[in-house]
């Protein structure tokens, strides 16, 4: 990793560099969910988003850590950013069910919450979409 953010250093607007940034820590991120470790995933999964803010699945992640670290508000931003996006999986589905008792999915993708977070999407994707990562 330490290979990539130096190269990031010398040229923050290659985007070769920011995809291979945001599915490294995707992958520590990833990795220390399944430890267990949800503070540290959380950490590595918010900067793959920052590297790469269309992933969906990174989204889903970072919500079920969220979730297990009572961070609700953040959580309910994540699960529906995922599933603006279009994750591969169910999880935004099962997680909503959770985050967002007595709503489906359709619903919470018609709420204020929804409208904000497709709001925040779009400057993010073309911010990274140009190289160079949001501060």
Known sequence: MADYQQAFELDPTDPSIHVRLAAVH???GRSCHEQHQYQTAVHHL???VHYNPRDADVYAT???CRLKLQE???AREDVVAAALLG???DL???LCEQLFPGKDLRQVLQSPIAEEMQCRLLPQAVTSA???KKM
Request: no cysteine; aromatic share 4%; glycine share 10%.
């Open 26 to 28: 995707a992958q520590v």
């Open 46 to 48: 918010s900067e793959a």
């Open 62 to 64: 970072r919500a079920t």
């Open 72 to 74: 609700l508000v953040g």
């Open 87 to 89: 994750p591969s999986t």
């Open 92 to 94: 935004p589905a099962a």
């Open 130 to 132: 140009s190289g160079f």
